[in-house]
Nanobody, 130 residues
Framework: LLELAESGGGSVEAGGSLKLSCLVS????????VAWFRQAPGKEREGIAI????????YYGDSMEGRFTISRNNAKNIVYLQMNSLTPEDTGMYYC???????????????????????WGQGTQVTVSS
């Protein structure tokens, strides 16, 4: 059983940066990959980035790489999402999720979004003003 808690969201002006944190609690942290998702008002949830548990390799969703960087600190059980050059289109609720990923399929998001497949945090709000 895992528990995830996001933090670091807030309000920022366009062009600014935020760094989100996802604290993962539980005995199986090391065997789970972690991903970040976001959902804007009126839009579907979209995957941002994943970091795999075994080799810390990463994968980014469409148009995410370059401005977003995912990383993890295994000593602290925290996964980060550094977000730069933010625009109002980045406004939304940001979630982290953990799942035991067996096969690396692309895109990897169904490993987390399939009902019952992953553990999710409550989300942290990011608001970017123009």
């Amino acid at each position: 059983l895992l528990e995830l808690a996001e933090s670091g969201g807030g309000s920022v002006e366009a062009g600014g940066s935020l760094k989100l944190s996802c604290l993962v609690s539980g005995q199986t942290y090391s065997t789970n990959s972690v991903a970040w998702f976001r959902q804007a008002p009126g839009k579907e949830r979209e995957g941002i980035a994943i970091i795999y548990n075994d080799d810390s390799s990463t994968y980014y969703g469409d148009s995410m790489e370059g401005r977003f960087t995912i990383s993890r600190n295994n000593a602290k059980n925290i996964v980060y999402l550094q977000m730069n050059s933010l625009t109002p289109e980045d406004t939304g609720m940001y979630y982290c999720a953990a799942a035991f990923v067996v096969a690396r399929n692309y895109p990897p998001w169904p490993a987390f979004t399939y009902p019952g497949a992953g553990y999710w945090g409550q989300g942290t709000q990011v608001t970017v003003s123009s």
